[in-house]
């Protein structure tokens, strides 16, 4: 068995692949034998002590697989079950773990575990975002930033599925049909153009209701100056680095602007969040709403690659471990 650790904080290099030795599961655990493990971005503010973790430490959050044995207390699952879950405690990135079950769920039969491996997260994530931090409505167009990345290819083609239109910001002209194969459609190039003027011309100078933001830093104003009045900022990523403090009266008063961050676990820490969510997002990934496309899989001892080509902007759509 192996798994990747790291022992400090820093670039890429700090992921090690060591051997381990795995206890029985606790309790309320089962042992997972992972058959791909979802790759984030979030992984990467782990490794870099963005968000700073208890080290030494797994790193992962998000994998799929085969239940290979059941703690004492577990009812609801069975050695054998195909599953998936995202959350903490890290440690997917590993050929095997022990994981509590308040965050698993199984996978229907009809979803490779490749695939359950990209909506975890990323998919979890859109469901939350379009149907509960902003609930969108059919018809309006909203903005979404990072389009032809991961959380990008299933956010374009379930907002669609919602009857939104959607535009799309990406870095590079190579990323613009990716974007609109995702679903977007209106795609701009932000390190290009002023995408917030480009977003008023596509409104006709009304801006949008919402504009969901993983981007961070370098999106933050241009992000509010889409937005119409009343508009929401939801802010739920820092890719370009973390927000600084925000001038209240310069940039959310003269519009009346909402501004949120959430998590994943403001919406999904209980049981029946997850399942409700995990059903929805199931079903629109059977009926073919949305397709996902796996971008490119890594080895498990090639985890330090996957982090620069993501840092490096170079992962178009969901990526994966195989460990
Ligand atoms: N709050 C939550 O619950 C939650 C859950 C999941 C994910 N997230 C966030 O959602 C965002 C997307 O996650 P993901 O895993 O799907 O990643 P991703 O979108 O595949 O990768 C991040 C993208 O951000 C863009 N970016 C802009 N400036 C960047 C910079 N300076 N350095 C690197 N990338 C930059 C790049 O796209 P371009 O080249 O097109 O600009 C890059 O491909 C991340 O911010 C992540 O933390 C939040």
């Known amino acids: 068995m192996k798994a990747i650790q790291i022992s400090k904080n820093g670039g890429p290099e700090v992921l090690e692949l060591k051997d381990i030795t795995l206890d029985k599961p606790g309790a309320d655990e089962v042992t997972i034998e992972h058959k791909a493990i979802g790759l984030n971005y979030i992984d990467t503010y782990h490794r870099s002590g963005l968000y700073p973790l208890k080290l030494p430490s797994g790193i992962g959050a998000e994998g799929a697989g085969i239940i290979k044995e059941v703690g004492s207390n577990i009812k609801e699952f ?153 508009g929401m900022m939801v802010s739920f990523g820092n890719a370009s680095g973390p927000l600084a403090e925000i001038n209240v009266p310069k940039l959310l008063q003269p519009k009346g602007l909402y501004f949120i961050r959430p998590s994943m676990q403001h919406y999904l820490s209980t049981r029946e969040e997850i399942d409700e ?33 993501l840092e490096n902007r170079k992962i178009l759509g969901p990526a994966i471990i195989i460990p």
């Open 78 to 230: 069975n050695v054998g079950d195909k599953v998936s879950y995202a959350g903490i405690p890290l440690g997917a990135y590993s050929t095997h773990r022990n994981y509590p079950t308040k965050n698993i769920v199984k996978v229907p039969n009809s979803i490779d575990l490749e695939v359950a491996a990209t909506l975890m997260t990323k998919g979890l994530t859109t469901f939350y975002l379009l149907h509960k931090t902003y609930p969108v409505k059919s018809g309006q167009t909203i903005l979404f930033h990072a389009a032809a990345g991961g959380v990008g290819q299933i956010f374009g083609q379930w907002a669609k599925s919602l009857g939104c239109t959607v535009i799309g910001t990406v870095g590079s002209d190579e990323k613009i049909e990716k974007a609109k194969s995702y679903g977007y459609d209106h795609v701009i190039n932000y390190n290009k153009e002023k995408f917030s003027k480009k977003v008023l011309e596509v409104t006709h100078g009304k801006g949008v209701p919402v504009v969901y933001d993983g981007v961070g830093k370098s999106t933050l104003e241009g992000s509010l100056e889409c937005l119409s009045i009343r």
């Open 277 to 309: 969510a995990a059903k929805i997002l199931f079903e629109k990934v059977e009926s073919g709403k949305i397709k996902i496309q796996i971008f490119k899989k890594y080895k498990l001892e090639n985890a330090i690659e996957a982090h620069q080509d």
